[in-house]
């Protein structure tokens, strides 16, 4: 359990980092014009590159190779967009939410769902 806490402490510290400061440039870009789901999008594709590198190495310590661990961290984020912009439009769009708060649930919600993700799937130890 203790080894788990610690990758929670790590994955969470690469998270906010990474997602406060998509979230502020996702403000700034919505901000200037640039359409709520665009803006998602653009920052979501630097967000999966970026932390990918970080979680890989420092939060789950994985040594497998690039390659088959890129693919499943690529699906895991693929159903995380999904979910993300299936959000947008349901929520914002089609109930008339405000995007800023359903884009800010969304970083919270997938957060929890990727971070299990990771976990279980994409960065477990090879056997």
Do not use: E
Not at 80 to 93: K, R
């Amino acid at each position: 359990m203790n080894r788990a806490f610690g990758q929670l402490v790590r994955y969470s510290i690469v998270g906010i980092a990474s997602n406060l400061a998509g979230y502020f440039i996702y403000l700034g870009l919505t901000r200037i014009g640039v359409g709520p789901k665009l803006a998602m999008s653009l920052l979501y594709g630097i967000g999966v590159a970026q932390t990918f590198l970080f979680n890989k190495s420092w939060t789950f310590k994985n040594v497998d190779d690039n390659g088959p661990t890129l693919l499943r961290y690529c699906i895991s984020y693929a159903l995380g967009y999904l979910i993300n912009i299936l959000a947008l439009l349901f929520f914002s769009d089609h109930l008339g939410w405000p995007h800023q708060w359903v884009q800010g649930a969304m970083i919270i919600l997938l957060a929890i769902l990727l971070f299990a993700a990771q976990k279980l799937w994409v960065f477990r130890p090879s056997t």
